[in-house]
């Protein structure tokens, strides 16, 4: 099984300044990493997506993420960020297990942004 | 292109009762996931369907079910409700065989209140 951990649930940063939100997980398999976007009442919205190769992907909205396999971390930063930005962002992992069958995404709780004027 | 849609938007039912939530895939997409959201929490897997079958499944019970019709388009069904199946069921489709890992595209979500 896998599981992720957001270590910030609240993250309150000034508007242009930089931001990184953590994201660990934890898996048997090896995984594919995935983080995701919700602005308020609407659904989730792909940010960027980690599969193979650079270890530094870039995402839409000016975010990147920089995976870490020795440390299992996959966190996301901005190098500045705007009153658009305050939204839920979520980490989420998917298992490459061989053979058919999935489990679907493995979700962390979500880290609140919080975009300060 | 149309995105993925859910039906309704909300949905206010009686605990005991049976609930149908629908989904649309978004044009070309052969597979839909459904995910349990509780407030604050982060999106639960229910289940997966492929080629109208089931192909993965979360922890959850029985009484949660599931259909993929010809057309790519899915129901989520539950039955006996709980005040627990009070969440954001949210949707998603995506182009792939079994497994993964494939980009999903999530709809708005219907959110269920069971009182």
């Known amino acids: 099984a896998q599981s992720v951990t957001q270590l910030d649930s609240q993250v309150p940063v000034f508007e242009e300044a930089p931001v990184e939100l953590r994201c660990n997980y934890s898996?048997?398999?090896?995984?594919?990493l995935f983080w995701y976007v919700q602005y308020p009442n609407q659904g989730l919205q792909l940010l960027l997506k980690?599969?193979?190769?650079?270890?530094l992907v870039k995402g839409i909205n000016g975010f990147e993420a920089e995976f870490n396999k020795s440390q299992t971390s996959f966190h996301l930063r901005k190098p500045s960020v705007h009153i658009s930005d305050t939204a839920e962002y979520f980490c989420?992992?998917?298992?490459?297990?061989?053979?058919?069958?999935?489990?679907?995404?493995?979700f962390g709780k979500g880290t609140h942004l919080i975009i300060q004027p | 292109e149309t995105g993925v849609t859910q039906s309704p938007t909300h949905l206010i039912k009686t605990r005991g009762q049976q609930v149908t939530l629908r989904c649309s895939s978004q044009?070309?997409?052969?597979?839909v996931s459904w995910y349990q959201q509780a407030l604050g929490q982060g999106p639960q897997f229910i289940f997966q369907?492929?080629?109208?079958?089931?192909?993965g499944r979360g922890n959850f019970p029985p009484r949660f079910s599931g259909l993929q019709f010809p057309n790519y388009s899915s129901e989520l069904n539950v039955n006996a409700l709980e005040l627990d199946d009070s969440a954001l069921y949210l949707c998603?489709?995506?182009?792939?065989?079994?497994?993964?890992?494939?980009?999903?595209?999530f709809g708005p979500g219907t959110r269920l209140t069971v009182t």
């Open positions: 980690y599969l193979s190769g650079s270890t």
């Open positions: 369907y492929y080629r109208e079958e089931e192909n």
């Open positions: 998603a489709s995506s182009i792939s065989g079994t497994g993964g890992p494939y980009e999903q595209y």
């Open positions: 044009s070309g997409h052969n597979t």
């Open positions: 898996s048997s398999v090896s995984v594919y």
């Open positions: 989420a992992v998917w298992a490459m297990y061989s053979g058919g069958g999935a489990d679907g995404l493995t």
